[in-house]
């Protein structure tokens, strides 16, 4: 497989719900509402650790295998997302980067 980047992700994703004809159902509203439960079975994960249990998560390769798992859900549905409403995600978020530097500066000195 050659590198992979959010361009070709996207295209195998559509090519994925096309040949299903899922293409009706991926409106902005239904991808942001199955983006939002994909976060929250990722958060359901977490949901009763302590903070150093959830530091240690990756630790178990069951609950590592689940945690992969959802994040690649919820990666899924953002980038079917920002292909249905012809968001750069990359350029979004190195424009908010910018945004949340000029708004949370670094403090001066150590």
């Keep these: 497989m050659t ?14 719900a096309a040949v299903r004809n899922w293409q ?3 409106t902005p509203k239904n991808l ?3 983006l939002s439960v994909e976060a929250s079975e990722l958060l359901e994960i977490f949901q009763w650790l302590t903070p ?7 630790d178990d390769p069951d609950t590592a295998h689940r945690v992969t798992d959802e994040v690649a859900d919820v ?11 012809d968001v750069d995600p ?7 980067i910018d ?10 000195g150590p």
Aim: aromatic share 8%.
């Design 99 to 108: 945004r949340n530097e000029r708004r949370f500066p670094a403090p001066d």
């Design 32 to 34: 942001a509402a199955a």
């Design 3 to 16: 590198e992979l980047d959010v361009a070709r992700l996207q295209r195998r994703l559509g090519e994925f």
């Design 90 to 96: 990359l350029a979004a978020l190195d424009a908010k």
């Design 75 to 85: 990666l899924a549905y953002l980038l079917q997302l920002c292909a249905v409403l």
């Design 52 to 58: 150093e249990e959830s530091a240690r998560v990756m």
């Design 24 to 26: 009706p159902y991926h």
